[in-house]
């Protein structure tokens, strides 16, 4: 059974950095992409940036790009969203998701959120 389980959230002041994991396991057939998406609470939730399995091509919502950085360790099977210059605009919970199969580019279904399987989120505040 695939199985998400995200960590590295907590508080930071402003000007901070996080670095977020992702340990995937189960998948047996591999997964198209790999990515995380926020939720802040009255809000919609976010592709916040995704990397495709194969090539490696990523995405990064404009709000984050120069800031964050997403990366992944295959021999460890986990992805990891690096988080700089945090904002208090960026405090939300954090996801992280799979897609098991090609149904859009990378780009396309990240910014849909349409992904197969979820983990239960990590919490990011960002305050002073």
């Known amino acids: 059974q695939p199985h998400l389980v995200e960590s590295g959230g907590g508080l930071v002041q402003p000007g901070g950095s996080l670095r977020l994991s992702c340990a995937a396991s189960?998948?047996?057939?591999?997964?198209?992409?790999i990515g995380w998406f926020r939720q802040a609470p009255g809000k919609e939730r976010e592709g916040v940036s995704c990397?495709?399995?194969?090539?490696?091509?990523?995405y990064y919502a404009d709000s984050v790009k120069g800031r964050f950085t997403i990366s992944r360790d295959s021999a460890k099977n986990t992805v990891y969203l690096q988080m700089n210059s945090l904002k208090p605009e960026d405090t939300a919970l954090y996801f992280c998701?799979?897609?098991?199969?090609?149904?859009?580019?990378?780009?396309?279904?990240?910014?849909?959120?349409?992904?197969?399987?979820w983990g239960q989120g990590t919490q990011v505040t960002v305050s002073s």
């Open positions: 189960g998948f047996t057939s591999g997964f198209y992409a």
């Open positions: 998701a799979a897609a098991g199969r090609v149904r859009a580019t990378v780009q396309t279904m990240c910014v849909r959120g349409d992904y197969d399987y």
């Open positions: 990397i495709s399995s194969s090539d490696g091509s990523t």
